[in-house]
């Protein structure tokens, strides 16, 4: 079975910066549907922030470019999230996600991201 481990939240002043990983174990970058990194703020529906889509290519939310970059590590199957120019509405909970070839989906525990000075 696939896991999700996701590292590198924490506390950030604003303006700052943090990298989040997201490591899968149990499979293989070439192995997978797709992969992506959600978000969850206080009282706020789950949001995309962005990942790598069926073809490849590898997407961030509108809102987000400029600020967020997502990268990834074939040799590590390691997915990674650089938020850059952090602001207090960036907090949130954000999670790694997968979906397999079949359609099985599978979540990371999540990693608080918090945005406050």
């Known amino acids: 079975q696939v896991q999700l481990v996701e590292s590198g939240g924490g506390l950030v002043q604003p303006g700052g910066s943090l990298r989040l990983s997201c490591a899968a174990s149990?499979?293989?970058?070439?192995?997978?549907?797709?992969m992506d990194w959600y978000r969850q703020a206080p009282g706020k529906q789950l949001e995309l922030v962005g990942g790598i889509v069926p073809s490849g290519t590898i997407n961030v939310a509108e809102s987000l470019k400029g600020r967020f970059t997502i990268s990834r590590d074939n040799a590590k199957n390691t997915l990674h999230l650089q938020m850059d120019s952090l602001k207090p509405e960036d907090t949130a909970v954000y999670y790694c996600?997968?979906?397999?070839?079949?359609?099985?989906?599978?979540w990371g525990q999540g990693t608080q991201v918090t945005v406050s000075s």
């Open positions: 149990r499979t293989t970058f070439s192995s997978i549907y797709s």
């Open positions: 996600h997968l979906i397999d070839p079949i359609g099985q989906e599978y």
